[in-house]
């Protein structure tokens, strides 16, 4: 391994390690409402990336500024981007401070499968039967988790579905990265601003006395913003299969925090629809790998 795949292993890796301890931070927070904790984690994200461009140069903004002007297209884009990556933040924050962090964990790992139901309706993308099978073990987990619990995983969904769609979102821009991260940021801020300032006042009190829930609302930007960068820097340098396999590990960590720190039940229902996911995503992993090395013998 060179010495460039090593630092995408290394950011990739401290990215997914950073994702997987969010709901220890979140939960820190449950004194403070969902959405007021969503307005400062936006708020704080974008003053960070700010910092940021400023330090490492302000010549690709300008470039991307002048493009969007010209690209209207890209423009809505990115605010469909703002959108869908705050209503996933919003959901994953609301999930953690009310004891449903096991969802969160169910919810990530679908993302994958999503992601190939997304390529299947967007980009007319195929599969093989055994990609066909692993979907149908997923929803067939999903199902019957839903029939024993006599409700449906809407954390699990939601996140799944606000995740993936930002993903296929993303892949349809062609801005920097950073720009993409920071733009999505400033465009929401004015609202979250405007709730923080008229809805919600009382978590600034937090901020202006410099008290413990305050710095962690304030660096909430950084545990938003950080490993975002990282991931960015990380998934230019190393190969799909790598970067999907690291993946895993937020969720699997999220997973072993909701049942061994934050005690939440883990039933027979629970056990079903994860054992079906988890088969299906080895189901799936190793059609891939079977694929990709037929294609390099041919």
């Known amino acids: 391994m060179n010495e460039i795949n090593k630092k995408g292993l290394s950011t990739t890796l401290l990215c997914c390690l950073i994702w997987g301890l969010l709901p220890l931070y979140w939960a820190l927070l449950n004194q403070v409402s969902s959405f007021s904790v969503l307005a400062h984690r936006i708020i704080w ?71 190939v139901l997304l390529g299947i309706i967007i980009y007319k993308e195929t599969l093989l039967w055994p990609q066909k099978l692993s979907i149908a073990i997923a929803l067939l987990g999903i199902t019957l988790m839903t029939y024993e619990l006599g409700t449906l995983p809407i954390v699990s969904i939601v996140l799944a579905l606000s995740f993936g769609l930002y993903g296929a979102v993303k892949k349809r821009l062609t801005i920097h990265p950073f720009s993409s991260i920071a733009f999505e940021a400033w465009l929401v801020t004015p609202i979250a601003l405007w709730y923080v300032l008229t809805v919600d006042t009382t978590s600034w009190a937090f901020i202006e006395h410099i008290t413990p829930t305050g710095l962690l609302l304030v660096g909430a930007g950084l545990t938003t913003s950080v490993p975002l960068i990282l991931f960015s820097y990380g998934a230019r340098l190393l190969p799909l299969n790598v970067l999907g396999f690291l993946q895993y590990l937020s969720p699997t960590m999220g997973f072993f925090l909701a049942i061994f720190y934050f005690g939440e039940s883990f039933g027979v229902a629970q056990l079903i629809a994860f054992g079906c996911i988890w088969v299906a995503l080895i189901l799936f992993s190793l059609s891939n790998q079977i694929t990709t090395r037929i294609k390099i013998k041919k």
């Open 45 to 115: 994200s974008g003053i960070w990336m700010f910092f940021l461009i400023v330090i490492t140069g302000r010549q690709q903004l300008r470039i991307d500024i002048h493009y969007l002007r010209d690209n209207l297209t890209q423009l809505g884009l990115l605010v469909l981007a703002a959108v869908l990556i705050s209503i996933n933040w919003f959901t994953y924050i609301w999930a953690v401070t009310n004891q449903h962090v096991l969802d969160t964990s169910l919810g990530y790992y679908i993302n994958p499968l999503v992601n």
